[in-house]
């Protein structure tokens, strides 16, 4: 179910959710809060020194589930996804590239993130 052909057809936003968090937060505070998102995102998936491959396994996974409950809460669906396919998947060669696509989605996210601005 969680796998890299299923990322692709995931939407890259939730709109519902998203128009939700709008109408309630008002879209600055949004704004503000995506932007925290993505401060605390690159800190921890984007360091060099991350090596899932020498992380336990249960450690790696539940940072995946956290940041996968972070991403759905604001309305990121495909970057959700992406950091359910590295908490559903075994640890190994395939981890890497759903560590790769989630930095890929990650980008593009961020990128229709400013466009709403």
Same mark, same amino acid.
């Given at each position: 179910?969680?796998?890299?052909?299923?990322? &692709?057809?995931?939407?890259? #936003?939730?709109?519902?959710? +998203?128009?939700?968090?709008? @109408? =309630? &937060?008002?879209? $600055?505070?949004?704004? =503000?809060?995506?932007?925290?998102?993505?401060?605390?995102?690159?800190?921890?998936? %984007?360091?060099?020194? &991350?090596?899932? &491959?020498?992380?336990?396994?249960?450690?790696?996974? @539940?940072?995946? *589930?956290? @940041?996968?409950?972070?991403?759905?809460? #604001?309305?990121?669906?495909?970057?959700?996804?992406? %950091?359910?396919?590295? $908490? *559903?998947?075994?640890?190994?060669?395939?981890?890497?590239?759903?560590?790769?696509?989630?930095?890929?989605? %990650?980008?593009?996210?961020?990128? +229709?993130?400013?466009?709403?601005?």
């Amino acid at each position: 179910m969680y796998t890299q052909s299923a990322l &692709l057809d995931q939407p890259l #936003i939730d709109e519902d959710q +998203w128009g939700r968090l709008q @109408s =309630e &937060l008002g879209s $600055e505070m949004l704004q =503000e809060f995506a932007q925290e998102f993505f401060e605390e995102t690159r800190e921890l998936w %984007f360091d060099a020194a &991350l090596n899932p &491959l020498g992380m336990e396994e249960k450690a790696f996974k @539940s940072m995946a *589930h956290r @940041s996968a409950g972070a991403a759905g809460t #604001i309305g990121f669906k495909r970057l959700r996804f992406a %950091f359910l396919c590295m $908490e *559903h998947n075994p640890l190994g060669e395939s981890t890497m590239t759903y560590v790769q696509s989630m930095r890929a989605v %990650f980008e593009d996210t961020a990128a +229709w993130v400013n466009s709403q601005a």
